[in-house]
Nanobody, 124 residues
């Protein structure tokens, strides 16, 4: 059974930082590209960042470029999202997702497995 478990969310002031983590189990982690998505209240889920199977290729949404960094540790079956300079607009539930295959995609429908999400709230 595949499980993706996010952690690291919380309440933070604008300008602060957070590190989100996602622990994967039940799959051959290095065979999956990984992505982070977020969904704000009343809005559709949106792509945030993605990373290829090896970690050598990453891609970011324009809204987070320069502030968010995605990374993975295939030995530990984890993917992380380091977030700096948080803005109130970053408030959302953040989800990690796994896509079978070595290359990432930015469409949510292309991902096979999802975590339950972790809430990030940024106060102004």
């Amino acid at each position: 059974q595949v499980q993706l478990v996010e952690s690291g969310g919380g309440l933070v002031q604008a300008g602060g930082s957070l590190r989100l983590s996602c622990a994967a189990s039940g799959l051959t982690f290095s065979s999956y590209a990984m992505g982070w998505f977020r969904q704000a209240s009343g809005k559709e889920r949106e792509f945030v960042a993605a990373i290829s199977w090896s970690g050598s290729n990453t891609y970011y949404a324009d809204s987070v470029k320069g502030r968010f960094t995605i990374s993975r540790d295939n030995a530990k079956n984890t993917v992380s999202l380091q977030i700096h300079s948080l803005e109130p607009e970053d408030t959302a539930v953040y989800y990690c997702a796994a896509r079978r295959g070595v290359y990432y995609r930015i469409q949510a429908d292309d991902y096979n497995y999802w975590g339950q999400g972790t809430q990030v709230t940024v106060s102004s």
